[in-house]
């Protein structure tokens, strides 16, 4: 049995495996406590949804900055597609 998105494929969207799992737990989470999926798979797992999602690059992850860090975040976070854009944007 052949699981998709391949781990391979899903650290193209990540810079390591860390920030990767903590991505899609974070994003798993936030699916399993009813927010809206944004893949069209499927599937009733909502890490095998969140996987699909990041993937597909409808969840982009990023590396927090320094002053965002708290005692429940992650040094990793979750933006939706169009999210992402705007912080891109202010970057440069």
């Given amino acids: 049995m052949m699981v998709k998105p391949t781990v391979k494929e899903l650290l193209e969207h990540a810079e390591n495996r860390f920030a990767l799992v903590i991505a899609t737990s974070r994003r ?3 699916i399993a406590d009813g927010d ?3 893949t069209d798979v499927e599937e009733e797992s909502p890490v095998t ?3 699909n999602e990041i993937n597909e690059g409808k969840v982009q992850i990023y590396k927090a ?3 965002e860090y708290d ?3 992650e ?3 979750l933006l939706e ?3 992402a854009e705007e912080v891109e944007e202010k970057k440069e």
């Fill in 28 to 30: 798993a989470r936030q």
């Fill in 36 to 38: 809206k999926k944004l």
């Fill in 49 to 51: 949804l969140a996987a």
């Fill in 65 to 67: 900055d320094e002053e």
């Fill in 71 to 73: 005692d429940e975040n």
């Fill in 75 to 77: 040094d990793v976070s």
């Fill in 81 to 83: 597609n169009s999210e």
